[in-house]
Structures are given as C-alpha cells and as structure tokens.
C-alpha cells in the first residue's frame, strides 16, 4: 500500500550497492531454516491452502515464536528510532495519533534479516503461494501509534509494484494485540482480479491509469455483514505471533487505532515461481531505482535485492503443497 502524504525521499545507495551488500548475506544461506518445511506443514494444511486460494487472505495464529516476536520487536525498535530515509508519515498533521511506514530494511536492521532469513516465513509462502520457490519481495513497516485516526482505504497493493504474476504473499504480522475493530480486513476474493483503479488514500483522484480505463472498486462497505455480499468481508483479531496471509490483488484496509493502543506492523512480502519483474511507467511503491536497467521486464525476479529463501525440499513436507 501507499498511503502517502508526503513522497519518499529518494532512496538512497544504487541498486549495485544494495545488490553487494544483499550478497554478503547469500554464500552458504539457503535459508531453509532448520524446522521450517514441518512448521510451514503445520501451519498450512490443506484447508488453509486452500481457504487461501478461494479467498486471497487466511489467519496464521502463532505464525512466530516467542523468540522469533522478540526479533521482530528488536528490529521495530531500531526502525523507529532511526527511520531510513524511504520513510512516510502517512497520517494527517491534525490526527491525534501518528502513521509511519518505512520499507526495504532487511539488509540495514540485522533483527529483521535474522527474522526473515531464519523463520519459516518463506516456506509457509511457498506452501500458501502453491510455489516450488518463495523469493524475498520486500518488508514494510506500518506503525499506528494511540488514538491514530487515519483509515488505510479499501485498495489492492499489485498496482502499486513493480511485479506481474499470480503466486505472492504479503504477511501482516502485528508486534501488539489487534482487536478485530482495528485489523487489515480483507474483501475475499478479490484477488481473482480485476485490477482496480487505484486512487489516491486523501483525495481519491485516480493513480497512473486514465479514469474509466479500469474498472472502480465495488462498494465493499454496502454489503457488509450480508450473507449475499459478493465479496464478503473477513477479518481477524490477532495476538503478538499470530499474522494474516494475503494475496497482492486482495482487496483490504484498515481503521484507525483505539486511543492507548499502540499498532506496530511488519508486513514481509514473498514472490513465487510465476512473478516476473514488471517496470511501471509510475513510481511503484517502493521504488527500486535504476533496477529496470539491470533486470529486463518479463524476467524472473532474480536479483540479490530479492534473495530466493525456499526453494521446495525433496522431502514430502518441504514440498510445495
Ligand atoms: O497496516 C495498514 O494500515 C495497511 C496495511 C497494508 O495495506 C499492507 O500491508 O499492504
């Protein structure tokens, strides 16, 4: 998503820079951390595979351990402290709370690299993603401090990349509780497409397409609750470790947070074997500059920006579901 009210600063470094200091982590890191096919097996058995496929957005309770949520909370804290400089407040001056994102941290936080690298994150979205393969996309943190009113609207995220395909992943994973007034809910379904125009979050004017030239979000809100909502509505309240799984094309937003209630989110975003990169004529979000001279468009997203994390075990529980 981009909420953005004010543009990220450019990002900084080139993308050979980031791609050496990318490799440094890649000799002898397969990144098939010890355990992960059995606890990706685990945590996905049929039913939310394929809960996953009909719906693009599925619950993973206790998706962390406890060691891994400390991880997690470790690289929020450095984060907020020093913000890089991709970041965006995207929350309005007046709101009595405050919305901040920042992306692309893997490789600056060692606690996210260790959380990403060392998880079962990518087998679970191999498995979710029915991918022989999970490639890193991005990270992307989202954090609503007390009281924030700013929604996240109702939006896809695929328009907003600089990738094509149809097996992804994006967890949204929550350091603090999230009732089920204030969690990403998801219109299910919506990932079989359409594309939606995508508009801008403060002042709806249609983004990089020509009006009419994609066809306007369904009013999700009209039919909520409805048993014959086309797109029906779901949601999770969620616990520290628990995180939701969802498809790029999946229609979903947020409210605001309750006054007293801190809402830190690390959203970690997988590619599978079909994604291919796709340079936009727009500004993606985020950008990854000076990448479309170095990756053709139509190629796989092979690119030590987008380390290759899981690739299908021979055994039966590494194996792509
Ligand atoms: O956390 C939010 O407010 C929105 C999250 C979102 O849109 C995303 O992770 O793609």
Redesign the pocket.
Known sequence: ?N?ATSAPPARQGTPAAAAAQAAAFEPGRSSQAPGAAARAAALVDAATAEAYARDGAVCLRGLLTPSELALLRAGLDANLAAPSPRTIV?SRPDDPGF?I?DFCNWREIAPYRELIFGSALAAVAARLMQSGTARLYHD?M?T?EPGTR???PW?Q?QPYYNVDGLQNV?F?IPADPVSRAAT?EFAAGTHRGPWLMPRTFMTNEARWFPEGSLAELPDIEATRGRADAPHPIIGWALEPGDAVA?H?LTL???GGVEPGRR?R?F?V?FLGDDMRHAPRRWKTSPEFPGLADELPAGAPLDHPLFPLLWKGADDAAGAPV
Request: net charge positive; no cysteine; charged share 20%.
């Open positions: 998503m909420s995207a919305f994102e992307h989202l609503k700013q929604p996240t939006h995220d994006s949204w990403l969802f790029m979903h937003a947020t809402r989110v959203s975003r």
